[in-house]
C-alpha cells in the first residue's frame, strides 16, 4: 500500500470579513480525522487552519452585517485575496495526495473555492468534503464543484477506510458512507455508515495535536479549550440540521474518558474549557456522572457549556457549579411565546427567565442566544425579542434567521415562497444583511429593526464583559470604594 500525504482544511470564513477575524480554535472534527489517521498508522496527514490569523481581533455583530458581508462577498469571489494564496502556498509546501475539507452550510462557498485552489496546484490531488452540509444535502455537494468525494456522516471510520483505499487502488463502492463518481462519471451513495458505537474507542483529538496542526507554536491556549462529551441532540428546532446529522440518537463518552482528555489539555497549560456539544449533559445521571468526575480528577478547572433550558434545574446546576461551570449558553431564539412554538423550541418565555434567574442564584453566567427573522416574524415579535434581550442578564448572541437546505426551516420558508431562486446559503448566512425570509415585513423594514438590534446586542455585551471585568478584581473592592476608581482588560 501507497504511503500518502493527507491535508485537512478548515476553510476562511470569518477572515473573509476582516483579515483580522479569526477563528482561534483547533477544529475539533478535523482533530478527530486526523487522531483517527495516526492511530490506524499508515499515511502521514496535517492539520491546517485556513480561518486562523494570529494577528485576532473581535467582531461586533453591527460589523459583521455591515461592512464584513461587503468584504465577505468581495473576498470570496477575489481569487487574489491573500488569504486564497496562503491556501495555495500551504497545498504546494506540504505536497497532499489528499485533501479533505470540511463544511458547514455557511462556509460551503469557501470549501469550494478551496477545491478549487487544490486542483489549480495538481489535478492528481484527491478532494474529499465532509462536515454537516454533506448531512444537510447529500450527493448534491459534487455537482459542478472540484469535490471527488464526499463523506456523508461520520467521518474517522469512513475517511480513513477511504485513503486506505485510495492508497491501494481498491474499489471505492466497498466504504459505507461514502457519495463519489463512479466510472461513468455518475454520482453514487454508498450504503449508509452505523454510528460508532462506543466514542471512547476513539483517541482525543489533541493526542498528536502538537505535530498535526500547522504553525501550532503560533496558537494561543484558549485554541485548545473545546470538548465533545457526547454526540447528538434529542431536541427538533426547526432551524437546526442536527438530526440530519446525528438522527436524534445520542451517544456519550465515558466520564473518564472525558475527564484523562482535560488532564491531557492541563499539562498543556488549558485551565478553562467549553463543551462545544449540542446540548450538555442531556441525562440528570450522565450530568451528575461526568460533574462527579471532574471534581474528583481535574482540579482547578473552569468550563462552560450549551444547556437546553427544559435540563437546568436546581439539581444540576449545583452538580455543575461544583465542579467548576462558570457559563451556560442557552438557546431563547425569541421573545414571543407563539414564536416559540412556531420554530419548536419546546419552551416558553417565562422558562427561559426562569432559567436565567436559577443560572444567576448558583453565581454562574448567561449567555442567550437570539435569532431575528423567522417566517412568521412580525414587527410585534421583534419588540418582544428585543425586551427579552435587554432583560436577559449576562451575553447575547445574536443572528439572522437562514433557512439552510436539509431543515425543516427550510422546507417551510420554501412552501411560502421566501426562498430565491439562486439562493446560496453560504452567501446567505447567519450574518448577511440581505437575509429576511420574514413573509409578514418588508425587507428595509426588517433591516432597520434588525439594526437596532445589533446595536443593543453590541452594547449589551460590552457592558457586560466590562462589569465581569470589575469583577475580576475583587480584592480590589475597599480600593475601588475610596478612591472611586475602576479597572478592566
Same mark, same amino acid.
Given at each position: 500500500m501507497e504511503k500518502l500525504r493527507i491535508l485537512l482544511i478548515e476553510p476562511p470564513f470569518f477572515r473573509l470579513y476582516n483579515q483580522n477575524y479569526s477563528l482561534d480554535k483547533f477544529p475539533l472534527s478535523l482533530g478527530y480525522l486526523a487522531a483517527a489517521i495516526k492511530k490506524d498508522?499508515?499515511?502521514? $496527514?496535517?492539520?491546517?487552519?485556513?480561518?486562523? %490569523?494570529?494577528?485576532?481581533?473581535?467582531?461586533?455583530?453591527?460589523?459583521? @452585517?455591515? &461592512?464584513?458581508?461587503?468584504?465577505?462577498?468581495?473576498?470570496?469571489?477575489?481569487?487574489?485575496?491573500f488569504v486564497w494564496g496562503e491556501i495555495r502556498d500551504a497545498i504546494n509546501q506540504y505536497k497532499p495526495d489528499v485533501v479533505g475539507i470540511t463544511s458547514k452550510s455557511q462556509n460551503f462557498a469557501s470549501a469550494k473555492m478551496v477545491a478549487s485552489i487544490c486542483k489549480q496546484v495538481s489535478k492528481k490531488i484527491r478532494v474529499v468534503l465532509g462536515g454537516p452540509h454533506v448531512c444537510m444535502v447529500g450527493r448534491e455537494v459534487l455537482i459542478s464543484c472540484d469535490f471527488d468525494m464526499a463523506v456523508k456522516g461520520e467521518g474517522e471510520v469512513t475517511f480513513v477506510e477511504l485513503i486506505n483505499c485510495i492508497a491501494g487502488k481498491n474499489d471505492l463502492s466497498s466504504v459505507a458512507g461514502?457519495?463519489?463518481?463512479?466510472?461513468?462519471?455518475?454520482?453514487? $451513495?454508498?450504503?449508509?455508515?452505523?454510528?460508532? %458505537?462506543?466514542?471512547?474507542?476513539?483517541?482525543?483529538?489533541?493526542?498528536? @495535536?502538537? &505535530?498535526?496542526?500547522?504553525?501550532?507554536?503560533?496558537?494561543?491556549?484558549?485554541?485548545?479549550?473545546?470538548i465533545f462529551a457526547t454526540r447528538g441532540c434529542p431536541y427538533n428546532c426547526i432551524f437546526c440540521g442536527s438530526v440530519k446529522i446525528w438522527q436524534h440518537r445520542i451517544?456519550?463518552?465515558?466520564?473518564?474518558?472525558?475527564?484523562?482528555?482535560?488532564?491531557?489539555?492541563?499539562?498543556?497549560?488549558?485551565?478553562?474549557?467549553?463543551?462545544?456539544?449540542?446540548t450538555f449533559g442531556i441525562t440528570k445521571k450522565y450530568i451528575s456522572e461526568l460533574c462527579d468526575e471532574l471534581k474528583k480528577t481535574c482540579n482547578g478547572i473552569r468550563w462552560s457549556c450549551e444547556m437546553h433550558i427544559g435540563i437546568i434545574n436546581e439539581e444540576n446546576l449545583k452538580a455543575m457549579k461544583a465542579a467548576g461551570c462558570d457559563l451556560i449558553k442557552i438557546g431563547i431564539e425569541s421573545g414571543n411565546n407563539e414564536m416559540l412554538k412556531k420554530i419548536r423550541k419546546n419552551i416558553t418565555i417565562e422558562d427561559a427567565a426562569e432559567a436565567c434567574k436559577l443560572i444567576r442564584k448558583n453565581k454562574m453566567h448567561v449567555m442567550a442566544f437570539f435569532m431575528v427573522g423567522f417566517p412568521?416574524?412580525?414587527?410585534?415579535?421583534?419588540?418582544?425579542?428585543?425586551?427579552?434581550i435587554k432583560n436577559t442578564p449576562g451575553y447575547v448572541e445574536y443572528s439572522i434567521f437562514t433557512?439552510?437546505?436539509?431543515?425543516?426551516?427550510?422546507?417551510?420558508?420554501?412552501?411560502?415562497?421566501l426562498i430565491p431562486f439562486d439562493f446560496d446559503p453560504s452567501l446567505y448566512n447567519h450574518n448577511s444583511p440581505e437575509n429576511n425570509f420574514s413573509k409578514n415585513i418588508k425587507h428595509e423594514r426588517f433591516r432597520e429593526i434588525a439594526s437596532e438590534i445589533?446595536?443593543?446586542?453590541?452594547?449589551?455585551?460590552?457592558?457586560?464583559?466590562?462589569?465581569?471585568?470589575?469583577?475580576?478584581?475583587?480584592?480590589?473592592?475597599?480600593?475601588?470604594?475610596?478612591?472611586?476608581?475602576?479597572n478592566s482588560r
Open positions: 498508522a499508515k499515511h502521514d $496527514v496535517l492539520v491546517y487552519n485556513a480561518d486562523f %490569523t494570529i494577528k485576532s481581533s473581535k467582531a461586533t455583530f453591527s460589523s459583521m @452585517v455591515n &461592512e464584513g458581508h461587503v468584504n465577505y462577498i468581495s473576498n470570496l469571489n477575489d481569487p487574489d485575496f461514502l457519495i463519489y463518481r463512479n466510472k461513468f462519471g455518475l454520482v453514487t $451513495v454508498s450504503p449508509e455508515r452505523e454510528f460508532i %458505537t462506543d466514542l471512547d474507542e476513539l483517541d482525543s483529538p489533541y493526542l498528536h @495535536v502538537r &505535530e498535526v496542526l500547522k504553525d501550532f507554536e503560533k496558537y494561543p491556549v484558549s485554541s485548545f479549550r473545546s451517544r456519550f463518552r465515558s466520564p473518564r474518558n472525558v475527564a484523562v482528555e482535560i488532564k491531557l489539555l492541563q499539562k498543556m497549560g488549558v485551565h478553562y474549557f467549553n463543551f462545544d456539544d449540542d412568521d416574524e412580525t414587527e410585534e415579535t421583534l419588540q418582544d425579542t428585543i425586551k427579552a433557512p439552510y437546505k436539509g431543515t425543516d426551516a427550510y422546507d417551510i420558508s420554501n412552501n411560502l415562497g445589533e446595536r443593543i446586542a453590541d452594547k449589551k455585551n460590552k457592558d457586560y464583559a466590562f462589569k465581569v471585568s470589575l469583577a475580576r478584581f475583587a480584592p480590589l473592592n475597599i480600593f475601588r470604594k475610596v478612591f472611586k476608581i475602576g
